[in-house]
């Protein structure tokens, strides 16, 4: 079956990086767009940075852009994300999440994945 890892969340001061990864397994990693998303406590999941299936084409919330980088290595079928100057306000469980639908497009939409990571937690100090 289908699964997702994440890894790579902690704890870290406002300023701080940490590197996200996903491991995918029980799919074809190449034919799926992936996706980042968060969830702070009492709030929506929301969108984050989406990436094609090549790699070449990439989208990013507007709270995240200049900030975090997604980026994919389909011989080690896992996505990544890296994330700078974080913020207070990046505390959030951070989910990875594939699409075979969405072929050639990206979509912030969270309708649009199919198979979903169990998350890992991030928590910036100010």
């Known amino acids: 079956q289908v699964q997702l890892v994440e890894s790579g969340g902690g704890l870290v001061q406002a300023g701080g990086s940490l590197r996200l990864s996903c491991a995918a397994s029980?799919?074809?990693?190449?034919?799926?767009?992936m996706g980042w998303f968060r969830q702070a406590p009492g709030k929506e999941r929301e969108f984050v940075a989406s990436?094609?299936?090549?790699?070449?084409?990439?989208d990013y919330a507007d709270s995240v852009k200049g900030r975090f980088t997604i980026s994919r290595d389909n011989a080690k079928n896992t996505v990544y994300l890296q994330m700078n100057s974080l913020k207070p306000e990046d505390t959030a469980v951070y989910s990875c999440?594939?699409?075979?639908?969405?072929?050639?497009?990206?979509?912030?939409?969270?309708?649009?994945?199919?198979?979903w990571g169990q998350g890992t937690q991030v928590t910036v100090s100010s």
């Open positions: 999440a594939s699409s075979l639908r969405l072929a050639y497009r990206l979509s912030p939409n969270v309708y649009e994945y199919d198979y």
């Open positions: 029980g799919l074809t990693f190449s034919s799926y767009v």
């Open positions: 990436i094609a299936r090549s790699g070449r084409n990439t």
